[in-house]
């Protein structure tokens, strides 16, 4: 079982940037995919970036703004967001699944989920 935790969300206002930070029980975290996902106040929740190896994959609306990395050392990925944005707002989940090579965009296909961090972006 992996247990993932969330850090790193807060208040912002729109320009600014926050680093969040998903840190793994795992320390083979460096062999599994992950995900970072969010999902605002009535909506499902959706796929943000992601991870695996050395590949990394973006929505279309964080593309530029957003990076995902990883640092093995301390079992831990983050995600470095630049230039937020009022509709970046939402609670993020990171998430991990052993049972890939490739990038998973499907919510449904990780296996261990975080427990949510909540980011505010104001105008």
């Known amino acids: 079982q992996v247990q993932l935790i969330e850090s790193g969300g807060g208040l912002a206002q729109a320009g600014d940037s926050l680093r969040l930070a998903c840190a793994a029980s795992q320390r083979t975290f460096s062999t599994y995919t992950v995900g970072w996902f969010r999902q605002a106040p009535g909506k499902e929740r959706v796929f943000v970036a992601g991870?695996?190896?050395?590949?990394?994959d973006y929505t279309g609306s964080v593309k530029g703004r957003f990076t995902i990395a990883r640092d093995n050392a301390k079992n831990t990925v983050y995600l470095q967001m630049n230039n937020l944005r009022p509709e970046d707002t939402a609670v993020y989940y990171c998430a991990a699944t052993r049972n890939s090579y490739y990038v998973l965009r499907a919510a449904d296909r990780y296996d261990y989920w975080g427990q949510g961090t909540q980011v505010t972006v104001s105008s």
């Open positions: 991870i695996s190896g050395s590949t990394t």
